[in-house]
């Protein structure tokens, strides 16, 4: 149960944090995708909403819950698990669109260069 918790709480942190770098302080604005940051946001707000209820309704936790108290609590944990690991994989929508970037960067600079040499 410890290891879990540690997960969710690093895992939060790390959400949390690439949220407030990229989108409110905009020190890594360059670096992630719209489609990316649209998909951050989301996990971000299904995990910030569905982690306090996991944990509240946790059955380890010394308090007796009914079974539907349960069931609702262990649909939270999967909706923060799902959460993040959406989280950690738009990235790759970040990736795929840096690769576009740097791919536009370089027809760009060829186009640029044999135009050069036409004139000349």
Same mark, same amino acid.
């Given at each position: *149960?410890?290891? +879990? +918790?540690?997960?969710?709480?690093g895992a939060a +942190?790390?959400?949390?944090?690439?949220i407030y770098l990229c989108c409110v302080s905009g020190s890594k604005r360059g670096l992630y995708s719209m489609s990316g940051n649209i998909a951050k946001?989301?996990?971000? +707000?299904?995990s910030f909403v569905s982690l306090p209820v996991a944990e509240a309704l946790h059955p380890v936790s010394t308090r007796k819950f009914s079974n539907r108290q349960v069931a609702v609590g262990g649909v939270a944990q999967y909706i923060?698990?799902?959460?993040?690991?959406l989280f950690f994989g738009s990235y790759t929508l970040d990736l795929m669109w *840096?690769?576009? *970037?740097?791919?536009?960067?370089?027809?760009?600079?060829q186009?640029?260069?044999s135009v050069k040499f036409k004139k000349e």
């Open positions: *149960q410890l290891l +879990a +918790a540690v997960f969710f709480l +942190a790390h959400c949390y944090t690439t946001f989301i996990c971000v +707000a299904l923060a698990v799902g959460s993040y690991i *840096q690769r576009t *970037q740097y791919w536009k960067e370089q027809q760009q600079q186009q640029d260069v």
